[in-house]
């Protein structure tokens, strides 16, 4: 079993920064995918970022591509996502989320575990 609590959420003006970290316990995290995944208001969740367990390699929504930077701490057990210039449209709840698929991992359903959640609210 894994555990994920995600941190880091918060309000912020269109064209500042957030990070967000996401604590990972329960299992060995090296073994593991890490993904952020977002949900806004009355849309589906969708795939914002991941990050593989060897190389390690990263992938990004073409949305958020050279805006955030998804990386991660193993020593730490910890997964970040650097948010940089912020637009009103990533305004959503942020989620972590652990895979044991490898590759990209942009699909929800790769993800069996999941945390609860960081508001972004990004204003205009």
């Known amino acids: 079993q894994v555990q994920l609590v995600e941190s880091g959420g918060g309000l912020v003006q269109a064209g500042g920064s957030l990070r967000l970290s996401c604590a990972v316990s329960?299992?060995?995290?090296?073994?593991?995918?890490m993904g952020w995944f977002r949900q806004a208001p009355g849309k589906e969740r969708e795939f914002v970022a991941s990050?593989?367990?060897?190389?390690?390699?990263?992938y990004y929504a073409d949305s958020v591509k050279g805006r955030f930077t998804i990386s991660r701490d193993v020593a730490k057990n910890t997964v970040y996502l650097r948010m940089n210039s912020l637009k009103s449209e990533d305004t959503a709840l942020y989620y972590c989320a652990a895979s044991r698929d490898s590759g990209t991992a942009n699909h929800a359903d790769q993800y069996p575990y999941w945390g609860q959640g960081t508001q972004v609210t990004v204003s205009s």
């Open positions: 329960g299992r060995t995290f090296s073994w593991y995918t």
């Open positions: 990050i593989t367990w060897s190389g390690p390699s990263t």
